[in-house]
């Protein structure tokens, strides 16, 4: 009983997809190469891969060796790593303009903004409270098409206590 439910528990897990981070080290016509010299894994893209770089476009040609990449993937029956996606680093200071539930509009103006997804994994440098509207951020995390990111992590800038308040006595 024990095996069927492990053997039902791996097959789940490839049904659903997994995801790997890296640097791209090698870059072919339909395959991708990450991780070090002693432990490589190949990557292969699909009909269906979606490579994000900011914009939404498809094929490995946007890829870089050296970019840093979210890709996300399944097994196909041969056993080869078939990308799903492939989702390159991305950063972006400005101010919040617009705040909701796990989302934020950040940019240098109003009508110049992008859209950065937050979840439970975003991390912020000042404690668990996402901004607020008006503050200088810096956020880096995951281009994930039509100019947006999820966000890894949120730098909050000005706010700290002026100096002279750790002065006073």
Known sequence: MLLRFALLAFLAAGAFGQELTGVIRTLGADELQMGDAWAPVTVHAGDNTIVCTGKESHGLLAL???DEVRVRFHEDASHRWIA?????WATVSG???ESSL???KVGPS???TRLVHLDASTK???GPRPPRLGQ???IVGWN???GEIDAERVAIYNTDLPMTEYLRK
């Open 124 to 126: 912020f440098g000042i």
């Open 136 to 138: 200088e951020v810096h």
């Open 144 to 146: 994930v098409g039509d």
């Open 95 to 97: 101010t919040v303009w």
């Open 64 to 66: 870089r060796v050296g």
């Open 102 to 104: 796990g989302a934020l």
């Open 84 to 88: 799903d996606s492939i989702e390159t």
């Open 110 to 112: 109003p009508i110049r």
